[in-house]
């Protein structure tokens, strides 16, 4: 009987230790992979998925960009000469300058993606940048001796207990591993979606009037790239937490602290998006 009670206690704390000394290790590895997801420009997350949008947009929108783009034009043109007194008070200068506005806006409309792949670019520099730093940073190690000695000393029942509550924060970190593949592909999902559109914006440019379309989609831009390295702070932030948390004298607190900080973890992640566009000004 009694070496019934000692196997099972030591099935019951193997399955505790397996799930403690996994849970930094995940964290890390997790770490890592969202910082090469968040990081990855439109072209380099999936360039299948980027041809077909950058194609649809060349046959598709951009025609209809080109029209809104000469309409525009045209009413600027209009606009500048019924100013002037239907060109009583005319400066040639200004017909000097309403073609250089021409060309400027042509020549934004014709290599919208190469300014898509630039402000990507930079965002995937400073994510890039901060992966280094994050993953320098989350040396995280338990005390598994510590925990093991602790675990001896404890009763059948608390050690079943204790071995439900390790269960529950297992559950937590397949939530959050579920959470950040949402947050990361959904991004990446919106990114395709919004790259798809940008002729249209981007030809309302040239106009003074008409402009805040197009500045308001480049800041959505800079907002949905830029979420990446929110991300990343979140998750670095969590692993600090974790540390934390890891030299506790009690184990339960342990378990539900780092259940805790994974609810939290989602909550922020799903923050984000919000935030990045409160930021640069591209709230809705």
């Known amino acids: 009987m009694f070496g019934l009670f000692d196997w099972f206690r030591g099935l019951l704390i193997d399955g505790i230790m397996a799930t403690f000394a996994g849970m930094f290790d995940e964290v890390n590895r997790k770490v890592q992979e969202v910082a090469s997801q968040v990081g990855a420009t439109p072209a380099g997350w999936n360039p299948g998925i980027f041809s077909l949008i950058k194609t649809l947009s060349e046959t598709v929108v951009i025609p209809v960009a080109g029209m809104i783009l000469t309409f525009v034009l045209c009413y600027e043109l209009i606009t500048m000469v019924i100013e002037k007194n239907n060109m009583v008070d005319f400066d040639t200068f200004n017909i000097f300058k309403w073609i250089f506005k021409t060309f400027v806006a042509t020549y934004i ?84 979606l919004t790259c798809s559109i940008a002729p249209i914006p981007f030809s309302t440019m040239a106009n003074r009037e008409w402009g805040h379309i197009g500045n308001s989609y480049l800041k959505s831009l800079f907002a949905i790239a830029f979420q990446g390295f ?23 607190s342990a378990i539900w602290g780092c259940a805790g900080y994974s609810a939290l973890l989602c909550f922020t992640l799903f923050k984000t998006g919000s935030l990045s566009k409160a930021i640069f000004g591209s709230s809705h």
């Open 109 to 192: 409309l014709t290599h919208t993606y190469d300014i898509i792949m630039f402000i990507f670019g930079i965002a995937q520099h400073v994510v890039n940048g901060s992966a280094g730093v994050i993953s320098g940073s989350m040396n995280m190690n338990l005390a598994l001796d510590q925990l093991a000695a602790q675990l001896e000393a404890m009763g059948t029942g608390e050690l079943l207990g204790l071995y439900f509550e390790a269960a529950i924060l297992s559950l937590a970190m397949k939530a959050m591993s579920l959470c950040i593949f949402l947050i990361v592909y959904g991004r990446m999902i919106e990114i395709y």
């Open 230 to 252: 929110l991300i990343m702070v979140c998750i670095a932030i969590y692993a600090i937490l974790l540390q934390g948390i890891t030299a506790s004298a009690s184990i339960h």
